[in-house]
Each structure stands twice: as structure tokens, then as C-alpha cells.
Antibody
Framework: QVQLVQSGAEVKKPGASVKVSCKAS????????INWVRQATGQGLEWMGW????????GYAQKFQGRVTMTRNTSVTTAYMELSSLRSEDTAVYYC????????????WGQGTTVTVSS | DIQMTQSPSSLSASVGDRVTITCRAS??????LNWYQQKPGKAPRLLIY???SLQSGVPSRFTGSGSGTDYTLTISSLQPEDFATYYC?????????FGQGTKVEIK
């Protein structure tokens, strides 16, 4: 079945970086964009950016420009999101989600990865 | 950035009720509007895309409508499994943005 499986929970100190993986299966990895969305505890959803696994093109929300890097390894059908210079406000659940065309919405989601930033 | 405003922020309803959630964009988004359902501890689930298209596998009691800046999600007859938080999201322009969510609770 079509699924995205994310890496496990992370605990990081302020100023460190975290890299979350998202392994795709059940579909052609390069045919769909991968988006990253985060959610702080009790808060709403926040879109961070997207990556096209075929070309490697990316687009980041201004808020995360300079701190986020989205990459992929097509040989293992895995997308990655690295966030640097972590601060306590980055504590959240991070989701990867697949999208097709601009009108399609994000139709398949990973299970989420909890990132805790604490000294 | 396009601001998405949902109303109400929360509502209480009974099984069988008709429920309507609205979403207003700060500018026209040409029906690039999606709706998601999220239950506690779970990832969001896509319900409606392109304002009114029902995602595969989603019950037909969920309908979406709207155009321009104003959109609506309607649940025709609320079921026990529908108690959740609902989010609208625009994909018209980057950055994609979400509404703040509407929590549907049991009355």
C-alpha cells in the first residue's frame, strides 16, 4: 500500500540540527512532491516547504529560509528534512506528506516525528 | 502570505446533526482549497481537494463548496467518528497556509 514512514523521535539541544527521514513505498517516488508540515503541541498545522523528488527542486516558507534543507535519495525512495539552529519553539511533530498537482492536496501523510528541543 | 480564517473555532454537535465550517481567505484562491480532518495523536487526513472534490475513500456525507475567498465544509449527518479537528488549507500560492482549525466536539 501507499505509505510514508518517518524516522523516530529526536531530542536535541538548542543550536543543534535535526534530520528527519521519510521513506516512500507503494508508488513511484518521483511522481509526487513531498511536503513538510509541523505541529506544535496543541497548535495548528504549519507548512514548511516542498521538494520535487524527481528534479530535487525545493521551495521553502520564508520563515524557514536559511534554516531548512529538503533533500532526497531516489535509490532508497527517501526524503529528508534537516532543520538547523534549533530553538525551543521548534519543538513539534514534523510530518511529511505527498502531493500531486497544485490542486490535489496532500493525500498521503507520514506518521509524524516528534522533535524535542531542550537544554 | 495568504491568511486563512476558519469559523467557528469550535462547535458542539450531536450525532446526526448537519455541521458547517467556513473558511475565508485573505484574497481570492481560485478554488485551490483543501480540507483535512485530524484526530488526536494522528496525522491529518485529506477529505476534500480543489474546494469540492471528494478524496477517494471519504464518505459522501462530507461536501465542500465555495469560490473566490469563501469556502465551506459540510457534514450532512455527523457520525461518532467525525468528532475531530478540521483544517482548511490553500495551495494557490506559496507559502501554503492553513486555517487555525475547527474542533468538533460531542454535545
Amino acid at each position: 500500500q501507499v505509505q510514508l514512514v518517518q524516522s523516530g523521535a529526536e531530542v536535541k539541544k538548542p543550536g543543534a540540527s535535526v534530520k528527519v527521514s521519510c521513506k516512500a513505498s507503494g508508488y513511484t517516488f518521483t511522481n509526487y512532491d513531498i511536503n513538510w508540515v509541523r505541529q506544535a503541541t496543541g497548535q495548528g498545522l504549519e507548512w514548511m516547504g516542498w521538494m520535487n523528488p524527481d528534479s530535487g527542486s525545493t521551495g521553502y516558507a520564508q520563515k524557514f529560509q536559511g534554516r531548512v534543507t529538503m533533500t532526497r535519495n531516489t535509490s532508497v525512495t527517501t526524503a529528508y528534512m534537516e532543520l538547523s539552529s534549533l530553538r525551543s519553539e521548534d519543538t513539534a511533530v514534523y510530518y511529511c506528506a505527498r502531493s500531486g498537482t497544485q490542486r490535489d492536496g496532500m493525500d498521503v501523510w507520514g506518521q509524524g516525528t516528534t522533535v524535542t528541543v531542550s537544554s | 502570505d495568504i491568511q486563512m480564517t476558519q469559523s467557528p473555532s469550535s462547535l458542539s454537535a450531536s450525532v446526526g446533526d448537519r455541521v458547517t465550517i467556513t473558511c475565508r481567505a485573505s484574497q481570492s484562491i481560485s478554488r485551490y482549497l483543501n480540507w483535512y480532518q485530524q484526530k488526536p495523536g494522528k496525522a491529518p487526513r485529506l477529505l476534500i481537494y480543489a474546494a469540492s472534490s471528494l478524496q477517494s475513500g471519504v464518505p459522501s456525507r462530507f461536501t465542500g463548496s465555495g469560490s473566490g475567498t469563501d469556502y465551506t465544509l459540510t457534514i450532512s449527518s455527523l457520525q461518532p467518528e467525525d468528532f475531530a479537528t478540521y483544517y482548511c488549507q490553500q495551495s494557490y500560492s506559496s507559502p501554503w497556509t492553513f486555517g487555525q482549525g475547527t474542533k468538533v466536539e460531542i454535545k
